[in-house]
């Protein structure tokens, strides 16, 4: 039976290592590529570099598509609202998407399929997001996700290396399938334009990270013939605060579903091949099986976001402070490494692993004791990497709440960006209104005698704000406090959070095995 089939681009936006859009052509006369502007999505709260990003990669997307003879039919609406109208009016035999994990997704995806089953399309998913199937390395653990690194990477090491890449669709894989291109198409389905995404170009600075899946190709290929540096890479080497990003950049496209993780993976391994190189988890490799390593706990510990009935969160009595926290937003703590990180976070789009551990710290048990569940929704706006998964489960992690429970080891928010910048130029490119100052008073400017201010042309506490806290007093009563929601957890559950291996998923009915098979075929 020739179908008729739409492929769903949600996180996938590329056409390489893409085994569900390779499904949808297969048997196929008609494909529709579609992409829905979710308003659960796609809203106010998305930061404009992030909905800059987006544009930029459904225009590649259709660009690439174009090529094939085919085009990207972009909605607006909820997709249990689209879907219905969209079997209807194209006569859909076939729906065909990438296989998404986060909770939201999952919910969705339910009431699409049944939908579809409701109107006889057939749906098929494909696990290509991460590099391994996510349940698969659950049930290697006995059902439980596993909450150490070094566990994951005992079980990925018995599953063996993830699957290699596909490659993309050709012309010739395209032969004998139309996708119907009208007039009345190219305005109704178009890909949005800024202004509908509420984007002013006034408030946006330049584009250094341009979205789509050819500009990811192109810079992985870049990085990939620096062999030296990707076999030497050790993350915790790298600087949080160098003047050019010191790290691949390429977590946005991998975000986004431009680059294939298991493209990256393989290309990673073909560099290191009779090559000495560094390994998990600090190499490239390494970093892959970090976001692995959230992964599969995001989708094994229900409550994964929040604190409340999250089994592996240390239960913290945090502060609500909305003028705290809004000075941490805004960049404006008084303490320059802290305020300059934020404002190239709000800029850019993209801060340094090592900057999002500062700021994180600052933020919960550090200093300002403030949830982490405030920070992880800052985030989720502003960053163009913005992953639930990866989100919520560094927050855990760097508030000391979970997987990390060394809570007496704090960022000092002024001697840790001077390891890797004495001078300042980091704070100087992005708080231009200190770029005057010494060095020596660059990370302390309130320390600086009155006549450095006014040469500098900056006066502390009118022209920049004194510092919102006396770090070194708060970070010793925080860490009293944190000592304290330690000893409440092990006297609660009457064992520590750091031997606490897991918890057991609830035995699955028989259509989440069906399902969990057609996963793994």
């Given amino acids: 039976m020739a179908h008729v089939c739409i492929h769903w681009f949600r996180k996938g936006l590329r056409l390489h290592d893409n085994p569900a859009l390779i499904a949808a052509l297969k048997d196929c006369k008609e494909l529709y590529p579609v992409f829905i502007l979710d308003p659960y999505l796609h809203n106010t709260q998305v930061g404009m570099n992030r909905q800059r990003f987006l544009i930029g990669a ?6 690439s598509l174009r090529k094939l003879n085919s085009r990207l039919f972009v909605l607006r609406g909820k997709p249990e609202a689209v ?4 079997f209807n009016m194209w006569n859909v035999t076939k729906l065909t998407y990438e296989y998404d994990t986060e909770p939201y997704s999952l919910r969705r995806d339910e009431k699409v399929a049944s939908l579809a089953k409701e109107h006889g399309v057939e749906v098929i998913y ?10 698969r390395i659950i049930e290697e653990n006995n059902g439980k996700p596993p909450l150490t690194y070094k566990r994951l990477q005992a079980i990925v090491q018995n599953l063996g290396p993830p699957k290699k890449p596909i490659p993309a669709p050709t012309l010739e894989n395209m032969k004998d399938v139309k996708t119907p291109c009208s007039e009345k198409y190219e305005k109704k389905y178009s890909i949005p334009t800024p202004e509908e ?10 584009e250094l990270f341009p979205g789509g899946e050819q500009e990811a190709l192109r810079r992985l290929d870049e990085h990939m013939k620096r062999t030296g540096w990707v076999c030497s890479f050790e993350k915790p080497q790298t600087s949080p605060n160098s003047p050019s990003p010191s790290t691949t950049v390429l977590s946005p496209y991998i975000s986004f579903g431009c680059l294939s993780a298991r493209t990256f993976w393989w290309r990673l391994t073909e560099v290191y091949r009779d090559r000495k190189h560094s390994n998990p988890p ?17 989708v094994g510990i229900p409550n994964f976001d929040k604190m409340k009935e999250n089994p592996v969160c240390v239960k913290v009595d945090w502060d609500t402070n909305p003028q705290y926290l809004a000075a941490w937003r805004e960049a404006r703590t008084g303490f320059p490494f802290i305020d300059a990180i934020m404002t190239q976070l709000r800029q850019e789009g993209w801060i340094h692993h090592l900057a999002r551990h500062a700021v994180a710290c600052f933020l919960t048990r550090g200093d300002l004791w403030i949830s982490w569940e405030e920070g992880q929704k800052v985030f989720e706006g502003l960053l163009l990497d913005a992953d639930w998964a990866l989100n919520a489960g560094n927050w855990q992690w760097l508030s000391a709440s979970a997987f990390f429970h060394q809570f007496f080891r704090v960022y000092s928010p002024i001697a840790f960006g001077k390891k890797t910048d004495k001078n300042g130029d980091y704070i100087k490119k992005y708080l231009p209104l200190l770029k005057k100052f010494p060095p020596q008073y660059i990370y302390e400017p309130w320390k ?3 006549s450095v201010q006014q040469a500098a042309g900056c006066i502390v506490g009118k022209d920049y704000p004194h510092p919102i806290v006396q770090h070194e007093q708060i970070s010793k009563k925080n860490i009293q406090r944190m000592k304290e929601a330690y000893a409440k957890r092990s006297s609660d559950n009457n064992e520590s959070p750091i031997k606490k291996q897991g918890v057991k998923r609830k035995t699955p009915t028989v259509l989440e095995v069906l399902q969990k098979k057609i996963r793994k075929e």
């Fill in 58 to 63: 459904l225009k590649d997307l259709d660009c």
């Fill in 83 to 86: 879907f219905p109208e969209l």
């Fill in 126 to 135: 494909k696990i290509s997001h991460t590099l391994y199937n996510i349940d």
């Fill in 197 to 206: 995404l509420n984007l002013d170009s006034r408030f946006l600075g330049e």
């Fill in 282 to 298: 600090v190499s490239l490799h390494g970093q892959l099986l970090w976001r692995e390593f959230f992964y599969t706990c995001s």
């Fill in 448 to 450: 600086a005698p009155r």
